[in-house]
């Protein structure tokens, strides 16, 4: 649930009812209250972890943040030498982990952090999951800039990896919605508006959508165009055969039946409900109208092809996993497409 007033992460309250080892910890956090408004919302859902328990249990050193990364497996609980193939020890170097050959004459080092969906990064392993936590909040770039002291670049790059995570979870697990008995409305919408981008001309982006009625299944695709030729593969490739499949009038649409699937119409430059069949888009026409306030939100109506395609998959993830704890899910889904 968005919060609609101030929100103050951590209170006087739970300052007292601390230990002076855990004030010691959470001084840096101290206090962290957060203004929203009605462009910088957090949304919590009722089961996400609150940010006073992730520096608690997870976050209030890279060390702790290491046993937790270890125990749901998005570290190396053990590593062999690529050399000499002996066990290798957990040890600081220079003031950073890493896994070192004990073998005399070998001494290896491997970074802790090879093969995982944090290698590669300057910065410490706790101040990642805590900009991962912010991404799970929905908080602005400009929020998690003011919560965590980072650049507006470090945050964007790590809201890209986590939209990324999103992306790959559904390329590695394909989406068919509808079947016999089941009805699909499909749609195609326009996000953004004509404008000139630094000197490019930008027409916004046409995104194709169907929603299953009943559940939660929908998809959404970005396509370059509204023919036949495009639209017609994209619905035989996500609506499984036997589906009551319902559209407006647009030409396009003309030969769905011939997928082998049932198809009903409504003329929307008449009315929104078919008075005869009953036919109507309103539950992805709703949709529409929950995806397209988040894409204006981080101001991405008008961005690049390559980069505004991420965020459907993001939406998608957030809308697939609503009932479970954003930050939670993001982790588990690192673990699966880092296996170590």
Same mark, same amino acid.
């Given at each position: 649930?968005?919060?609609?007033?101030?929100?103050?992460?951590?209170?006087?309250?739970?300052?007292?009812?601390?230990?002076?080892?855990?004030?010691?910890?959470?001084?840096?956090?101290?206090?962290?209250?957060?203004?929203?408004?009605?462009?910088?919302?957090?949304?919590?859902?009722?089961?996400?972890?609150?940010?006073?328990?992730?520096?608690?249990?997870?976050?209030?050193?890279?060390?702790?943040?290491?046993?937790?990364?270890?125990?749901?497996?998005?570290?190396?609980?053990?590593?062999?030498?690529?050399?000499?193939?002996?066990?290798?020890?957990?040890? =600081?170097?220079?003031? +950073? @982990?890493? *896994?070192? &050959?004990?073998? !005399?004459?070998?001494?290896? %080092?491997?970074?802790?952090?090879?093969?995982?969906?944090?290698?590669?990064?300057?910065?410490?392993?706790?101040? =990642?999951?805590?900009? +991962? @936590?912010? *991404?799970? &909040?929905?908080? !602005?770039?400009?929020?998690? %800039?003011?919560?965590?002291?980072?650049?507006?670049?470090?945050?964007?790059?790590?809201?890209?990896?986590?939209?990324?995570?999103?992306?790959?979870?559904?390329?590695?697990?394909?989406?068919?919605?509808?079947?016999?008995?089941?009805?699909?409305?499909?749609?195609?919408?326009?996000?953004?508006?004509?404008?000139?981008?630094?000197?490019?001309?930008?027409?916004?982006?046409?995104?194709?959508?169907?929603?299953?009625?009943?559940?939660?299944?929908?998809?959404?695709?970005?396509?370059?165009?509204?023919?036949?030729?495009?639209?017609?593969?994209?619905?035989?490739?996500?609506?499984?055969?036997?589906?009551?499949?319902?559209?407006?009038?647009?030409?396009?649409?003309?030969?769905?039946?011939?997928?082998?699937?049932?198809?009903?119409?409504?003329?929307?430059?008449?009315?929104?409900?078919?008075?005869?069949?009953?036919?109507?888009?309103?539950?992805?026409?709703?949709?529409?109208?929950?995806?397209?306030?988040?894409?204006?939100?981080?101001?991405?109506?008008?961005?690049?092809?390559?980069?505004?395609?991420?965020?459907?998959?993001?939406?998608?993830?957030?809308?697939?996993?609503?009932?479970?704890?954003?930050?939670?899910?993001?982790?588990?889904?690192?673990?699966?497409?880092?296996?170590?």
């Amino acid at each position: 649930m968005c919060a609609s007033r101030r929100v103050t992460l951590r209170s006087h309250r739970d300052a007292r009812a601390l230990s002076q080892e855990e004030r010691a910890n959470m001084r840096r956090y101290a206090p962290i209250t957060l203004t929203t408004t009605r462009s910088n919302k957090l949304c919590l859902n009722s089961t996400m972890l609150k940010f006073r328990d992730l520096v608690l249990n997870y976050t209030n050193s890279e060390q702790a943040t290491i046993v937790w990364l270890k125990g749901i497996g998005a570290l190396k609980n053990s590593a062999n030498c690529s050399k000499c193939a002996s066990a290798c020890n957990f040890v =600081i170097k220079k003031g +950073s @982990y890493c *896994w070192r &050959c004990p073998k !005399s004459g070998c001494q290896s %080092v491997i970074s802790m952090r090879d093969g995982s969906f944090f290698s590669g990064s300057h910065l410490k392993l706790n101040e =990642i999951v805590e900009v +991962s @936590y912010w *991404w799970a &909040c929905e908080a !602005s770039v400009s929020m998690a %800039v003011q919560q965590t002291g980072h650049s507006t670049k470090t945050i964007v790059d790590w809201y890209n990896f986590h939209r990324d995570i999103c992306a790959q979870w559904f390329l590695d697990h394909p989406v068919q919605i509808g079947g016999v008995g089941k009805v699909v409305e499909i749609d195609e919408s326009k996000f953004g508006r004509r404008k000139y981008n630094r000197g490019r001309y930008r027409d916004g982006h046409w995104v194709f959508g169907d929603v299953e009625r009943g559940t939660n299944n929908v998809f959404m695709v970005e396509v370059p165009d509204r023919t036949a030729a495009t639209l017609l593969p994209i619905i035989q490739q996500y609506i499984l055969p036997g589906t009551t499949v319902i559209s407006d009038e647009w030409r396009s649409y003309s030969s769905i039946a011939s997928l082998g699937m049932s198809h009903q119409t409504v003329n929307h430059s008449i009315n929104f409900v078919d008075p005869t069949t009953g036919a109507h888009t309103q539950t992805i026409e709703g949709t529409w109208s929950q995806v397209k306030p988040m894409m204006r939100k981080r101001g991405v109506m008008n961005t690049s092809d390559d980069l505004f395609d991420t965020y459907l998959p993001e939406y998608l993830w957030r809308r697939k996993f609503k009932n479970d704890d954003p930050f939670l899910k993001m982790y588990e889904h690192v673990k699966e497409q880092y296996p170590l």
